[in-house]
């Protein structure tokens, strides 16, 4: 991610962060390799922590942390959570339907209130 991009990321961040009000990035890591260990298996493990919004929180987080400018007031990992939240109600929930017209395509979006 570009500095700049990242900047905008996490000044468009407000309120307190999540991670100072000692939640769950305060809490004990789980080694989920653990959970895959099998004597057959070889010592390669999976790079992604198993879900896509725990990953982005994941690295937004440690982009957050690795900066020592960070201003933490100004970030808040819940408003992240849920904007993930809605992106994945979007992406998996939402039906789609396309119809050709002149120069390409009109695809009309539709779901739940949750995709909505």
Request: hydrophobic share 45%; aromatic share 6%; net charge negative.
């Amino acid at each position: 991610m570009n500095r700049t991009l990242y900047f905008t990321f996490a000044l468009l961040l407000s309120g307190n962060a999540f991670a100072q009000q000692g939640g769950a990035a305060n809490a004990p890591k789980m080694d989920h390799g653990a959970h895959m260990a099998h004597p057959a298996q070889s010592a390669a493990q999976p790079k992604e922590p198993g879900q896509d919004a725990f990953a982005a929180l994941q690295e937004i987080v440690a982009l957050l942390e690795a900066d020592a400018s960070t201003d933490w007031s100004k970030v808040n990992i819940t408003v992240l959570q849920r904007h993930l939240i809605d992106m994945n109600n979007v992406t998996l929930f939402a039906n789609v339907t396309s119809e050709p017209i002149t120069g390409g395509a009109r695809y009309t979006v539709t779901g739940t209130p949750a995709v909505r």
